[in-house]
């Protein structure tokens, strides 16, 4: 049986949207693997997305289907995805992961696997403090937080300005939104899907032989 990995995220300009789509690339690499892409449930009203020109972005990835809290007790391993306002997850992740409270007092998610990735406007924009901010969140969960080591050599990447961090993938929009995902950005992002979709499969491999 394949092992489930869902790419959940909130993506407001399309850079979390196109970052998880490379996540799913590098986690259907791995083989075996049965990947769905999900975005939570926006919260922004219509005429202010109009206004700020995201809801033309938006229009790119509207076929993506809408997460419900429950159907992550259906994955072996979770990657989450969410721009960084003011050095935390947004609201539409906060919102959706505060409804996942059935979840944790049944213990759905104890012993599945949870990443992280996300974009900033600039260089240091918190990716990093989003991402250790949002584990706080997987860990009360019991999941199994999984980054992105340095056996990834794009991280070292000292030639160009670029996202990455061991905590997980990330990229930078800029503060007008114009820059997209540099290759590098994508490689890593692709790279952490892979990562976690094989540590997944040894832990579900692993219990099947025990079990």
């Not at 700020?52 to 259906?74: C, V």
């Amino acid at each position: 049986m394949a092992v489930k990995i869902q790419v959940v995220f909130y993506s407001m300009y399309g850079h979390v949207y196109t970052m998880a789509e490379a996540v799913a690339a590098g986690a259907r690499e791995a083989g075996d693997t049965e990947v769905t892409l999900l975005q939570v449930p926006e919260l922004v009203p219509a005429e202010a997305l109009e206004k700020s020109g995201a809801k033309a972005s938006r229009a790119a990835f509207a076929h993506i289907p809408t997460a419900t809290p429950g159907q992550l007790a259906e994955a072996d391993a979770v990657i989450f995805g969410t721009p960084t306002r003011f050095g935390n997850m947004s609201a539409q992740m906060r919102n959706f992961l505060d409804q996942t409270g059935g979840l944790w007092m049944s213990g759905a998610l104890v012993g599945k696997v949870g990443s992280v990735f996300t974009s900033t406007a600039t260089q240091h924009g918190g990716q990093e403090t989003t991402i250790v901010s949002f584990h706080a969140t997987l860990l009360h969960h019991g999941m199994i937080i999984v980054g992105v080591p340095y056996s990834e050599q794009r991280l070292l990447n000292m030639a160009e300005i670029t996202g990455g961090t061991p905590y997980g993938a990330s990229t930078l929009a800029n503060v007008d939104g114009s820059r997209v995902p540099s290759e590098n950005e994508l490689g890593i992002a692709r790279f952490q899907g892979l990562h976690v979709a094989n540590i997944a499969k040894a832990l579900v491999s692993g219990r099947k032989a025990a079990g």
